[in-house]
């Protein structure tokens, strides 16, 4: 059973435009919304992430949405660059009762046209 | 600082065949995860180690073992490989303090 349902599997964004990933939970115990990014051939990459306790965290162009009530959070990328082309995985995990076991997304492959 | 450092890069194996994969993490680091991520899927949890014991085990078969040395090192056994076990496998590490894990570029396995 996927713990963390992740849409749209992939997306097409011109240069300079808005990028929205979307991805929601069932679990409530989870504690803890990380994003990663990952190019081929590497490992994720621990990209920005988010508690439960905020509603939105931003870092340069890089926003999380998060609503606690529908279980929902979402990754914006603003003024979206061709450099941003990889593939984006939203994860859960809740620290108290596994150490932090990641439970990933399906993953976004976004490709950003120059 | 040397990130989180996974051996080999790439390997093929035999169906059948074993493999161990090697990782170390992160200077200072006690907590040692593996995943494995499938092609076009998102990693799927195999292990986590936290001061060289168990802390947890995903939804794998025997044929998947693990341990972490004193170092906090780990390896990553796998028996009898099956087609299917072809992926990159993931290692992570954490000081077991924080949230949030660094993973290292990974091990592309392919079994023939």
């Known amino acids: 059973q996927q713990q963390v349902k992740q849409s749209p599997q992939s997306l097409i964004v011109q240069k300079g435009g808005i990028s929205i990933i979307n991805c929601a939970y069932e679990?409530?115990?989870?504690?803890?919304f990380p994003w990663y990014q990952q190019f081929p051939g590497k490992g994720p990459a621990l990209l920005i992430a988010?508690?439960?306790?905020?509603s939105e965290k931003k870092e340069g162009r890089f926003t999380i949405s998060f609503n606690k009530s529908a279980k929902q959070f979402s990754l914006h990328i603003m003024d979206s660059q061709p450099g941003d082309s990889a593939t984006y995985f939203c994860?859960?995990?809740?620290?108290?009762?596994?150490?932090?076991?990641?439970?990933f997304g399906r993953g976004t492959q976004l490709t950003v046209w120059p | 600082d040397a990130g989180v450092t996974q051996s080999p890069t790439h390997l093929i194996k035999t169906r059948g065949q074993h493999v161990t994969l090697r990782c170390s993490p992160i200077?200072?680091?006690?907590?040692v995860s593996w995943y494995q991520q499938v092609l076009g899927q998102g990693p799927q949890f195999i292990f986590q180690?936290?001061?060289?014991?168990?802390?947890g085990r995903g939804n794998f078969p025997d044929r998947f073992s693990a341990r972490q040395f004193p170092n906090y090192s780990s390896e990553l056994n796998v028996n009898a490989l099956l087609l299917g076990d072809s992926a990159l496998y993931l290692c992570?590490?954490?000081?077991?303090?924080?949230?949030?894990?660094?993973f290292g570029s990974g091990t592309r396995l392919t079994v023939v």
């Open positions: 994860a859960a995990s809740n620290r108290g009762s596994t150490l932090g076991r990641l439970y």
């Open positions: 679990n409530t115990a989870f504690d803890y």
């Open positions: 988010i508690r439960p306790d905020v």
């Open positions: 200077s200072g680091h006690k907590s």
């Open positions: 180690y936290y001061e060289k014991e168990e802390r």
């Open positions: 992570a590490s954490n000081s077991g303090l924080i949230y949030g894990y660094t």
